[in-house]
């Protein structure tokens, strides 16, 4: 599967955003899309993820309630709804894709290596 990540750009600190993944291949709809972010010299830290179907959804605690994931498989995109945005939410944001979601307890709720196809990221900068 393809995945062209796009809606990313710059806001004021409790503005919203919408992050849009197209997704193309045969199959693109049996895959589970997830939400990656890298900011400078950070790790690439796992966003949210929602299965194939829609009807699972994963968050990182630290955008859960303010972050909202969904998709829409008529079009084969999914969403990444960015609200209340703070500073420490500017990255380069990933859109990725593999067969299902997987959610860790812990710090780190996904891992990237768990997910073999990305796109290329959008940036978000949030002011202050």
């Known amino acids: 599967v393809q995945l062209q990540a796009s809606g990313g750009g710059l806001v004021q600190a409790g503005g919203s955003l919408r992050l849009s993944c197209a997704a193309s291949?045969?199959?693109?709809?049996?895959?589970?899309i997830g939400w990656f972010r890298q900011a400078p010299g950070k790790k690439r830290e796992g966003v949210s993820c929602i299965s194939s179907n829609g009807g699972t959804t994963y968050y990182a605690d630290s955008v859960e309630g303010r972050f909202t994931i969904s998709r829409d498989n008529a079009k084969s995109t999914a969403y990444l709804q960015m609200n209340s945005l703070k500073p420490e939410d500017t990255a380069v944001y990933y859109c990725?894709?593999?067969?299902?979601?997987?959610?860790?307890?812990?710090?780190?709720?996904?891992?990237?290596?768990?997910?073999?196809?990305w796109g290329q990221g959008t940036q978000v900068t949030v002011s202050s």
């Open positions: 990725t894709a593999d067969r299902r979601c997987r959610f860790y307890s812990g710090a780190q709720r996904f891992r990237a290596a768990d997910f073999r196809s």
């Open positions: 291949g045969s199959t693109a709809d049996d895959y589970a």
